[in-house]
């Protein structure tokens, strides 16, 4: 545990001792003095000691019958965050398994069995028990079958060249989340993984050889190191902790800010552990852009403003709006007409797509892999599910030959907080195993076979 030092009453005549040595040099001694009362008062994301008042890093809880982040809960009632049922639960069982303390000593995995009256968006827990997380009405919208659905635009002020062709695709009814997955419900997901397989450290082969990666969260899965998460170096309240148990948000504050840092794999094996998966592009532009992809942005057509998006500039003096991720769901204004929040700004989010560019990123390979004369119905005929991009991707040149953005590399659609760049239909890529402050993802449910 660690605090700010202040003298103890039992030293507080050593200390005055102290004091008259220290007044030769004109000091003043402070014998007593309170941080803080409350939580909110500790600005690193600690907290507010109940009993002494000073702001401190809970020293994480242990099951040894010691109230060791002192919250004054005795560890046989303390939560000790999510667990991994074994075998694992079947759809329509509670995936939310409790660790417990018992006599003192063992964590035991307790799982409820009976559902909750409904389901409570954002936590990552099956509170309803119908083998989905975070679904029911107020957490994802529903779509019905969308027959002409305009993808990508000819307008070179959309993008940069690679929005274009637009071509009209068909999608099947689906669903998609209201919100961005936040960090506490990934944290969840996270806990539950088998910790043993679970390390700290630089991948040892990285898919882009040309750029430097930092520390990762990395899983070991059956002898593949799947990269999860980046681990920054100076850690803030966009970071994660790792406990005993699992991982939580740094900051306990962000709980339901956007998950960002984490990679394609990450986010991939979220959505599916969450009995969904990732949207494909063609489904995020029918939920940001209507029901035939041409309205400007998600709330209309009126221009991002700081009320509408959390983007990198139109707030204060010309800089950013906010500068950070906002709670998921705050900014109403910019919602859909659906009720789907924060498809434009806040984070970035990841595709299912592959993105098959020319390395210039001036044209988008898949786009013109059917011929705009071979009819409006092309794509529908040829992805009647719809599509779901190319097989594999491609690699894309940074400026001046200093390297690779990605050399496989999957992209992100939706604007995000510092970015100054608010053309809708700019990407940004990344190879599957990296991720970054502005990188985040929702999942969606139905449509096209993953």
């Not at 007593?32 to 809970?58: I, M």
């Not at 960002?260 to 940001?288: I, M, Q």
């Not at 991720?325 to 989010?349: I, R």
């Amino acid at each position: 545990m660690t605090r700010r030092l202040r003298p103890s009453v039992g030293g507080l005549v050593s200390a005055l001792a102290i004091g008259a040595v220290l007044s030769a040099v004109h000091c003043n001694l402070l014998a007593t003095f309170t941080d803080c009362t409350a939580d909110s008062q500790c600005n690193l994301g600690e907290r507010c000691n109940p009993q002494r008042h000073y702001c401190e890093v809970p020293t994480p809880e242990l099951c040894n019958g010691v109230d060791d982040n002192r919250n004054g809960i005795p560890d046989d009632q303390e939560d000790f965050g999510p667990c991994a049922v074994s075998p694992p639960p079947a759809a329509g069982m509670c995936r939310d398994g409790r660790l417990r303390c018992r006599n003192n000593s063992t964590l035991v995995c307790v799982q409820r069995a009976a559902p909750g009256p409904t389901e409570i968006c954002n936590n990552g827990l099956d509170d309803d028990c119908d083998g989905v997380v975070d679904d029911g009405a107020d957490c994802q919208q529903n779509y019905t079958a969308t027959p002409s659905l305009t993808l990508g635009s000819d307008d070179p002020g959309a993008g940069e060249g690679d929005d274009a062709p637009a071509h009209q695709v068909c999608l099947p009814a689906y669903a998609i989340d209201r919100y961005e997955v936040t960090f506490q419900a990934f944290t969840t997901f996270l806990s539950e993984l088998d910790q043993t397989k679970l390390r700290i450290e630089h991948p040892a082969h990285p898919l882009n050889p040309t750029v430097a990666y930092g520390r990762y969260l990395i899983y070991n899965d059956n002898g593949t190191d799947v990269p999860l998460a980046l681990f920054s170096d100076v850690p803030d309240r966009l970071s994660l902790r790792q406990l005993p148990y699992g991982y939580a948000p740094l900051d306990a504050a962000a709980a339901n800010l956007p998950i960002v840092n984490v990679t394609w794999y990450a986010a991939d094996r979220y959505c599916r552990w969450a009995g969904k998966h990732l949207p494909s592009e063609a489904e995020y532009f029918r939920a940001a852009r209507g029901s035939d992809g041409t309205r400007p942005y998600p709330w209309g057509s009126e221009d991002p403003t700081c009320d509408r998006a959390n983007v990198g500039r139109g707030g204060p003096g010309g800089g950013p709006c906010v500068g950070a991720p906002l709670p998921v769901g705050t900014l109403s204004a910019g919602a859909t007409p659906e009720g789907v929040f924060d498809l434009y700004g806040n984070a970035n989010e990841w595709m299912w797509d592959n993105l098959d560019d020319n390395p210039t990123h001036s044209r988008n390979n898949y786009y013109e892999s059917i011929p705009a004369d071979a009819g409006a119905g092309a794509w529908c005929q040829a992805y009647p599910q719809g599509p779901l991009g190319p097989d594999a991707g491609s690699p894309i040149n940074q400026p001046e030959d200093a390297g690779l953005y990605c050399v496989q590399c999957r992209f992100a659609r939706g604007r995000h907080y510092r970015t100054v760049d608010l053309r809708i239909g700019i990407r940004r890529w990344l190879d599957a195993d990296r991720g970054d402050p502005f990188l985040g993802f929702r999942c969606a449910q139905g449509g096209a076979s993953r």
